[in-house]
């Protein structure tokens, strides 16, 4: 049976406008499109976990207001599970999001509100659900020490560990050795290791570097050029699947890491666990939004029958 996931991360409320460019400072101008739905990563990546089939509970905070109930509601119908704390004096997170409408690229600010507040005391609350885990994920948008409690006590316990350092910020090596694996993209692989990654090989590279700070396995995604993943033994690069014409680009990475631990749980190997990663982003980038274009695992199933490409 597959074991469970638990989804250290922030719930924030995507507020998307969709224009042929963004404002200059001091300049207004006219949007094509306006939307507001469910986002935040760790709230992504729970979402797209269990669309994929996983057993997923959400470790995060909220205020209580319009907010709070758009993530309850989210969770709630793709069947996650919520361990929360309702903050009364804070807000719950929302995030700016700029989609370019000619190519569906995107720029973000998150204010993660009542999340970033999680505390390692919010942790240790939750530490007998961490330990139960069997694959433990989190990110860097809610506060470093809570996120380190966490990996420490998942380690621990023997849960498969699962840092997707976005936000890009730097991290230590001590926090690095926490983790099984590591997903970063491009830019943010490079921001950790002070690499460039503009090929395979620099990838390649930049993969041996995390290894060498401590990391079980680095996972670098490459957009349309698909994943790596380089454990220091093994080093595959996985091609992208095509579902369709890119419409939004804002979740394939949610999507990718929220499956990758969905197939982990299930006890495929990595380097099948990415290609399933790959799969599921290459779905969600042919939809708008975040959660709400993350794919059901029968949908991954069938693309992957299909084949990259």
Not at 59 to 88: C, H, N, Y
Not at 210 to 218: E, F, N, P, T
């Amino acid at each position: 049976m597959a074991g469970s996931i638990v989804v250290l991360g922030v719930f924030v409320a995507d507020t998307s406008y969709r224009a042929a460019r963004p404002p200059r400072m001091g300049e207004t101008i006219l949007g094509e499109s306006f939307a507001l739905g469910p986002g935040g990563k760790g709230s992504n990546q729970a979402v797209a976990a269990a669309r994929a089939g996983g057993a997923v509970h959400i470790v995060s905070k909220l205020g209580r207001d319009t907010f709070a109930e758009m993530a309850l509601a989210t969770w709630r119908a793709a069947g996650v599970t919520p361990a929360i704390t309702q903050d009364e004096t804070s807000y719950t997170g929302a995030a700016y999001i700029f989609i370019e409408a000619s190519s569906g690229d995107n720029a973000i600010i998150v204010c993660p509100g009542a999340a970033g507040t999680l505390s390692p005391a919010d942790i240790e609350a939750r530490a007998g659900l961490i330990r139960g885990a069997s694959v433990f994920v989190t990110q860097l948008e809610q506060p470093m020490p809570a996120a380190i409690r966490a990996l420490e006590i998942a380690r621990e316990a023997g849960a498969r560990t699962i840092l997707n350092p976005a936000p890009a910020a730097p991290l230590a090596r001590e926090t690095l050795a926490l983790c099984d694996f590591v997903t970063p993209n491009e830019t943010e692989a490079a921001g950790i290791t002070g690499l460039p990654v503009g090929s395979l090989e620099e990838a390649r590279a930049a993969a041996q570097a995390l290894i060498a700070q401590g990391v079980g396995a680095a996972v670098i995604t490459l957009g349309e050029k698909g994943a790596l993943y380089h454990d220091g033994r093994v080093s595959e690069h996985v091609p992208a699947y095509r579902a369709g014409p890119v419409v939004e680009t804002t979740g394939a990475g949610d999507a990718f890491n929220g499956a990758f631990a969905t197939a982990l749980a299930d006890g495929l190997d990595p380097v099948a666990a990415v290609r399933f990663g790959c799969a599921a982003a290459g779905l969600s980038v042919t939809r708008p939004g975040a959660a709400a274009a993350m794919p059901t695992r029968a949908e991954i199933l069938a693309l992957l029958e299909r084949g990259p490409g």
